[in-house]
């Protein structure tokens, strides 16, 4: 009984293992698509000429879910500490406490460190553009390779435990 027991929670195991591999590749597809729609109303707010940076990033932080809302607000936090450290030193570590966006995700966000608050609107649009359409051009592969390898997890999590099961009995 114990034996069987130990097999059924070592075969779930094994599943539930691959299951949270493929449930983190989504994940990540997701957190760039909520960044990159935070980074649309960004450049949407910029391109109205409405309010300074700070007001913004405030007020977007608001609007905004998930993965963006969460960078708006560390981001608003650095602009109140602009006179301890600028955000072109301080952009970076935002950046990289975003781990769900994955390396990829993050790399196409670390040269908006040096356009935001630096620049004239219009070169902030066109950098936070780039980065927007970067982002989901990273985010279309990371999906494509997370339909693949999520059911490739997936099968290895059951397969893996099955083995295990009939190993084990």
Not at 139 to 161: F, M
């Amino acid at each position: 009984m114990i034996r069987l027991l130990g097999a059924t929670l070592l075969a779930a195991g094994c599943a539930w293992i691959g299951f949270r591999a493929s449930w983190e590749m989504r994940a990540r597809g997701r957190a760039m698509g909520e960044v990159a729609e935070g980074l649309e109303l960004l450049e949407r707010e910029l391109e109205l000429g409405g309010a300074p940076l700070p007001h913004l990033v405030d007020d977007l932080s608001g609007r905004t879910r998930g993965q963006a809302r969460l960078l708006f607000q560390d981001l608003r936090q650095a602009l109140e500490h602009l006179d301890r450290e600028g955000l072109s030193r301080s952009w970076p570590t935002l950046i990289d406490r975003r781990r769900e966006l994955g390396e990829s995700g993050r790399a196409c966000l670390y040269p908006l460190g040096e356009l935001l608050g630096r620049y004239d609107s219009q070169a902030q649009i066109q950098g936070i553009s780039a980065a927007r359409r970067h982002l989901e051009e990273e985010r279309e592969k990371d999906a494509e390779e997370s339909r693949r390898q999520g059911r490739v997890c997936q099968a290895l999590g059951l397969t893996g435990g099955a083995f295990l099961v009939i190993l084990l009995i």
